[in-house]
C-alpha cells in the first residue's frame, strides 16, 4: 500500500525554488563570462552545446582562485585540523606526563588515519568542484555518506532554508534517476513505469528538529521504503556551503558577482576587437568600373607577374578604426590587470619593470593572500568543521580509531584564517634577524632571546615544539652535567700535577726508613 506524505516535498521543493531563482540566475550570468557549464542553462543536458567566451582570463582567474582555495583548506602532506582533549578529560590525567604523551601519540594517530581517508576518497577532486561553484554561484552542497567518496550539488540542483542567525533549516535535492536505479521495494510502491527510459525525480529532505536531523526520500509524491532516518545535529553528511554570508538571506553571494561588472565589459570589447580585427583582416581590392584595368587580370596574375593596367585604377578596402581599435585594446588591459588582481594571478603580483626587489614581491602576495581572510574564515567553520566530525564518525565506526566518550575530542582547523596570521608572523620574524644581521653574532647572541625566538618560530610555522625544544629543567640538567664532568676533569689534572711530587716524598720516607734500619 502505498505511504502518502502529508506534505509533499515536491511542493515544498517547488515553493522554495521560487526564492532561489534570483540567485541562480545571477549564477548563470558569472557562469556566461568564466565557465558556462558550471552553472548550466535550464532544460540543459549532456548533449547541449554551450557558448565559448570571446576571453579567458574569468575562466584562468576562477581555476587559479580555486586552486589556490584548495591547497589552503586541503593542504597536500600535512593535516589541517588538530585534534585535543577538553579539559575536564585533561584535568583527569594531571600532572602524569607518561599519560599525556599516550593521549598525544594517540591523537596523532587518529589525525593520520584521517588524512589517510582523505587520499584513499580522492576528497580533492570533488571539493575543486565544489569551490569553483562557490565562486560563480556563491552556493554548493556537498553530500558525504559514511561510505563512498563526496557528491557535489549546483545551484540548480538544491534548495536551502536558513533562519535569521544563517542555521540551517531544511534542504531538498533533487536528482532525475532512471527507475530501474531505484530499489526494489521502491519500484513496488510507486508501481509501474510505463517508460522505464524516462527519468523519475528523487527529492531529499532534510529538516531540522529539536536535537537531530530528520530525513526521507520522496518519489511521486511516495516516500520510499527504509529512507527514513536521523543523523546528530553535527553528524549532518549534507553541508550547503555559502562564499559570502549575507545575513538574512539562505544563499550566499558568489566571488564572480562582485566583479561581474568588469567581466561583462572585458566579454563586450574582446567581442568587438576580435570580431573588428577578422573584418580589418580581409584584404579587397577594388577596380574603378571605367578604369583600364580589369579585374579578370588582376585576379588571376600570379605574384610578381607583368599586367597592363593603371594603378590609379586599383585600390585597397581599409578600415579606418585603429584609433577605435587601440582605445577598446588600452580599456581591456586595465580590465584584465584589475580582474588579474582580484584572481590572484601571478602576473599581477610583479609590477611591470626590470629592477623589481623581491621583498616587494613578498610584499605584494602577502597583501593579496591576505585578502582572502573573510572567506576563509567562513569555510573553517561551514566546511572543514563540519568535514572533521563526519571524517571521524566515519573512522569510528568502521573501527580505524577508538570509540571516544561525546564531545571529548575538539578538533580545532589549523589552515585558512590562522594559517594565514602565522604567515605574517613568520615573513616578520624572518625579516627582524635579517636586519640584525649586520650588528654580528655576538651582539645577537647577547641581546636576543633565543628561547623565545624558538618558540614563537614554531608557533609561526604550526609545529609542536613540545618534546622538541629543551626545557628549562633539561637545560639545567646538561649544564650541571656539564659543571660536574669540568670538575672531575680539573680534580684528574691536578691529581696528574700532584703524582711526581708525592712519588719523590714517598721515595724519600723508604731511603729515610732503610737507614734507620741499619
Known amino acids: 500500500m502505498e505511504q502518502q506524505v502529508a506534505v509533499s516535498v515536491a511542493n515544498r521543493y517547488q515553493q522554495l525554488e521560487t526564492y532561489r531563482s534570483s540567485f541562480l540566475q545571477r549564477a548563470r550570468d558569472g557562469a556566461l563570462v568564466t565557465i558556462p557549464s558550471l552553472v548550466p542553462p535550464e532544460g540543459s543536458s549532456g548533449s547541449t552545446t554551450f557558448p565559448s567566451p570571446f576571453q579567458a582570463i574569468g575562466a584562468r582567474g576562477l581555476n587559479n582562485l580555486a586552486s589556490k582555495l584548495l591547497v589552503a583548506l586541503l593542504p597536500p602532506n600535512s593535516p589541517f585540523f588538530r585534534l585535543s582533549l577538553d579539559e575536564a578529560a585533561l584535568a583527569e590525567l594531571g600532572a602524569d606526563n607518561a599519560a599525556r604523551g599516550k593521549v598525544e601519540e594517540a591523537l596523532a ?20 568542484e565544489a569551490l569553483k561553484q562557490l565562486i560563480v554561484a556563491g552556493n554548493a552542497l556537498i553530500h558525504m555518506p559514511k561510505k563512498g ?171 579606418e578604426k585603429y584609433n577605435d581599435f587601440r582605445v577598446a585594446l588600452e580599456a581591456t588591459a586595465r580590465i584584465e590587470e584589475r580582474m588579474a588582481f582580484a584572481f590572484m594571478l601571478n602576473t599581477a603580483v610583479q609590477r611591470k619593470g626590470e629592477r623589481v626587489t623581491a621583498e616587494e614581491i613578498r610584499y605584494m602576495a602577502q597583501e593579496l593572500e591576505g585578502g582572502l581572510g573573510g572567506l576563509y574564515s567562513i569555510l573553517s567553520q561551514e566546511f572543514q568543521l563540519p568535514l572533521v566530525n563526519l571524517l571521524l564518525n566515519r573512522l569510528e565506526s568502521e573501527g580505524k580509531m577508538p570509540k571516544m566518550p561525546k564531545d571529548t575530542l575538539k578538533p580545532k582547523i589549523i589552515t585558512g584564517m590562522e594559517a ?38 614554531g608557533a609561526s610555522l604550526g609545529l609542536d615544539t613540545n618534546g622538541l625544544i629543551k626545557t628549562d629543567e633539561q637545560r639545567q640538567a646538561e649544564m650541571q652535567q656539564a659543571q660536574d664532568m669540568q670538575d672531575q676533569q680539573h680534580a684528574r689534572d691536578i691529581s696528574l700535577k700532584a703524582a711526581p711530587n708525592v712519588s719523590k716524598e714517598m721515595a724519600q720516607g723508604m731511603r729515610e726508613q732503610q737507614q734507620q734500619g741499619q
Open 420 to 457: 594565514l596570521g602565522r604567515g605574517h608572523d613568520l615573513n616578520k620574524l624572518t625579516q627582524f634577524l635579517q636586519m640584525l644581521q649586520p650588528l654580528g653574532p655576538d651582539v645577537i647572541a647577547s641581546e636576543l632571546n633565543i628561547g623565545d625566538y624558538i618558540d614563537r618560530l
Open 109 to 128: 594517530k587518529i589525525e593520520r588515519n584521517a588524512m589517510s581517508e582523505i587520499e584513499t576518497m580522492a576528497l580533492r577532486v570533488p571539493v575543486f
Open 149 to 319: 567518496g563526496i557528491k557535489v550539488y549546483g545551484l540548480e540542483r538544491y534548495v536551502v532554508k536558513r533562519d535569521a542567525m544563517g542555521n540551517v533549516l531544511e534542504i531538498i535535492t533533487k536528482e532525475s534517476v532512471s527507475p530501474l536505479m531505484l530499489p526494489k521495494e521502491a519500484q513496488e510502491v510507486i508501481g509501474e513505469v510505463s517508460d522505464n527510459n524516462k527519468s523519475l525525480d528523487l527529492y531529499t529532505y532534510i529538516k531540522r528538529s529539536v536535537g537531530k536531523w530528520e530525513v526521507r526520500q520522496e518519489v511521486k509524491g511516495v516516500v520510499i521504503p527504509k529512507s527514513e532516518g536521523t543523523y546528530p545535529l553535527d553528524k549532518n553528511p549534507f553541508i550547503p556551503l555559502r562564499f559570502n554570508r549575507i545575513d538574512g538571506e539562505d544563499y550566499g553571494r558568489g566571488f564572480i558577482e562582485e566583479y561581474i561588472g568588469d567581466l561583462q565589459s572585458l566579454e563586450s570589447l574582446t567581442q568587438a576587437i576580435v570580431e573588428g580585427s577578422a573584418a580589418a583582416a580581409k584584404v579587397l581590392f577594388l577596380v574603378a568600373p571605367n578604369g583600364t584595368t580589369k579585374p579578370k587580370t588582376l585576379a588571376q596574375a600570379p605574384n610578381g607577374a607583368i599586367v597592363q593596367g593603371n594603378a590609379q585604377d586599383v585600390s585597397t578596402l581599409q578600415v
